[in-house]
């Protein structure tokens, strides 16, 4: 098992930042792959960054892309989120995810998540 736990949330203007942690407990030596995802109101949640267990590889959604980095300590198992020139659109429930194999470019479910924690951007 995974245990993941997500900060860093919380309320920024339009243009501004915030970095999301997350925190990994358990096995997590096998985590390959690990990602953030995110649920606006009223809609699906949508894949925003993953990273591989090296961190050599990285992949985002176009609609993040040039804005938000992603990077992963593994001494300290935890995982992040930059996210810079925010936009009220990126006002959502942001996850973490992990899996023990996989590509950044897999489109297999992970299996292990996070609670979420909450971004709102104001115009």
């Known amino acids: 098992q995974v245990h993941l736990v997500e900060s860093g949330g919380g309320l920024a203007q339009a243009g501004g930042s915030l970095r999301l942690s997350c925190a990994a407990s358990?096995?997590?030596?096998?985590?390959?792959?690990m990602g953030w995802f995110r649920q606006a109101p009223g809609k699906e949640r949508e894949f925003v960054a993953a990273i591989s267990w090296n961190s050599i590889s990285t992949r985002y959604a176009d609609s993040v892309k040039g804005r938000f980095t992603i990077s992963r300590d593994g001494a300290k198992n935890t995982l992040y989120l930059q996210m810079n020139s925010l936009k009220p659109e990126d006002t959502a429930v942001y996850y973490c995810?992990?899996?023990?194999?996989?590509?950044?470019?897999?489109?297999?479910?992970?299996?292990?998540w996070g609670q979420g924690t909450q971004v709102t951007v104001s115009s």
């Open positions: 995810a992990a899996d023990r194999s996989g590509s950044v470019w897999s489109t297999s479910p992970y299996p292990y």
């Open positions: 358990g096995r997590t030596l096998s985590t390959s792959r």
